[in-house]
C-alpha cells in the first residue's frame, strides 16, 4: 500500500457523529409492524458485527428512534420536545 492510499484509508475512518444509535441484539425496538409481519424473528434478530457502521453526510436528517442512542452536547439543539407530546411517541418524534 503506498503513502496515498494509506493517508486516504486513514481519513475515511475519521467520522464525527454527534448523533450515534446503537442496535440491539435478540429483541430491539422495532416496529409493531415487523413484529406482526415477522412474528418468528422476535427475539431472535441478530447484527452482524462485522459490518461496517453506517454514517449520514454532514447536516443530513433522518429519523431514529432515541431509544440507546447518544447525544452529544454539540447536537442538543435538535432534542426539543413539546411537553404535550405522548410517552408512546417521544422517543421517534424527538429525531424529526
Avoid at 8 to 23: F, M, P, R, S, W
Wanted: overall charge negative; glycine content about 4%.
Amino acid at each position: 500500500m503506498d503513502g496515498i492510499q494509506l493517508e486516504k484509508k486513514n481519513l475515511e475512518n475519521n467520522t464525527y457523529a454527534y448523533i450515534q444509535q446503537y442496535l440491539t441484539d435478540l429483541d430491539p425496538d422495532v416496529d409493531a409492524i415487523h413484529r406482526l409481519s415477522h412474528p418468528l424473528s422476535v427475539g431472535h434478530i441478530q447484527f452482524d458485527r462485522d459490518q461496517p457502521p453506517i454514517a449520514l453526510e454532514p447536516f443530513t436528517f433522518s429519523p431514529y428512534n432515541t431509544q440507546n442512542t447518544i447525544t452529544y452536547y454539540e447536537a442538543f439543539w435538535g432534542l426539543y420536545l413539546p411537553i404535550t407530546t405522548r410517552f408512546r411517541v417521544c422517543d421517534i418524534w424527538r429525531s424529526f
